[in-house]
């Protein structure tokens, strides 16, 4: 399972600019993008090409990603568990899931 750091923006920059506190991720090393307008934050389970939320709406990046090891946990009760990649996507607010929001 891959551990998830996350971290704070510098407020001030090498060249002395501040810069306004934005979360940040292993993906998103610039920033976590906001969620498009419609769309939230989930956790997903890909297998293949398809891919389902396994739980969500969340509104930040950083919500979604502490979910992921406790979605992936729920998710061992189907035997082909661990065949499958777990990981978050941005997707239409009101995309079905299968645990609902942890
Ligand atoms: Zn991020």
Known sequence: ????????????????ETLPARP??????DGCP????????????VSGA???A???????H????AKVAE???LAQRDPRASFYAYGTVQAPSDTRTIFGRL
């Not at 950083?62 to 990603?65: G, K, Q, S, V």
């Open 34 to 45: 906001d969620a498009d307008p419609g769309r939230a934050f989930f956790v997903s389970v």
């Open 24 to 29: 940040l991720c292993d993906w998103h090393p």
């Open 1 to 16: 399972m891959k551990t998830v750091a996350a971290y704070t923006f510098p407020a001030v920059t090498r060249t002395g």
């Open 62 to 65: 950083l919500d979604a990603l």
């Open 54 to 60: 396994l739980t969500g709406p969340y509104d930040t």
């Open 50 to 52: 398809h891919w389902r």
């Open 71 to 73: 979605a992936e946990g």
